[in-house]
């Protein structure tokens, strides 16, 4: 039986998942701010510690991302539902065996062969609706990459509003932050079928991309607000202080990750 994920055929033709490598372009929009630390350490399983106290232990990256994303023969770019999707990420910084790593603790996306492709990788992807304004290089029907431009994203689950931000350009920038700028440390799981409270699968994996490519970055003043839902968490990381806004376009290929514990 052939595929990356279910269904599993002789084929493989209706695996929700091509096969590696995922080759990615998008835009991304980001606010870093600052949180209350314990939140964050309240995010973390009990084998990660939070980073020391001069590694910026409440720092929080919320990120919104404008993807396509195609496997190695590109075949997506014809069929572009496959191709296209928008997701919106929360990223902290955790530390594990003496070593400081990205962590993602929520995200959301709004397609379902990306969220698949993330819980293979370790994300913990749920559906949920992005939104997120498209510079424009002609016309007045969007922002424009240059000071004064306005950038807006939204974020909802569940029928339910759960952030919204803006990001107010100002200049070039050198990055696009520092939170997301380190190795992903993730836990995969699988729940025992027999539901005793224990893991048919239990790792802790780790990644990166691969031939990256960055576009110019800007910065500017950010604005965020979270909200509240009976299902979610997000609220419980509200900002306690803005650190900026950024934006860029990036380029990356996934073909593979390590894993570090098993």
């Not at 594990?96 to 994300?123: E, N, P, T």
């Not at 240059?146 to 950038?151: D, N």
């Not at 909802?156 to 920038?173: G, K, M, P």
Request: proline fraction near 6%; glycine fraction near 10%.
């Amino acid at each position: 039986m052939e595929g990356l994920s279910f269904p599993r055929t002789s084929t493989g033709r209706s695996s929700i998942l091509p096969p590696l490598p995922w080759h990615y372009s998008g835009d991304l929009l980001t606010v870093e701010y600052r949180t209350d630390p314990s939140a964050v350490r309240a995010l973390l399983p009990e084998d990660l510690s939070l980073p020391h106290d001069d590694e910026d232990p409440g720092a929080v990256a919320f990120i919104w991302a404008d993807w396509q994303a195609c496997s190695d023969d590109a075949r997506e770019f014809a069929d572009p539902i496959r191709l296209q999707y928008k997701e919106a990420f929360v990223v902290v910084r955790c530390r594990w065996r003496d070593q400081l790593w990205s962590r993602c603790v929520f995200i959301w996306v709004d397609k379902d062969f990306a969220m698949v492709r993330g819980h293979l990788q370790g994300y913990p992807k749920k559906l949920g609706s992005v939104q997120m304004s498209r510079p424009v290089t002609v016309g007045r029907g969007g922002p424009r990459l240059e000071p004064g431009g306005v950038l807006g994203a939204t974020l909802a689950a569940y029928d339910r509003r759960l952030a919204e931000a803006t990001v107010t350009l100002r200049s070039a920038s050198a990055s696009n932050g520092f939170v997301n700028s380190l190795p992903m440390l993730h836990h995969r799981f699988v729940p025992r079928i027999e539901g005793d409270g224990s893991d048919a699968l239990s790792e802790i994996v780790t990644m990166r991309g691969v031939d990256v490519e960055l576009g110019e970055a800007w910065s500017g003043e950010a604005t965020l607000e979270l909200f509240d839902s009976p299902v979610e968490e997000l609220a419980s990381i509200a900002p306690r202080e803005l650190i900026g806004g950024y934006w860029r376009s990036v380029g990356t290929t996934f073909a593979g990750g390590e894993t570090l514990r098993s």
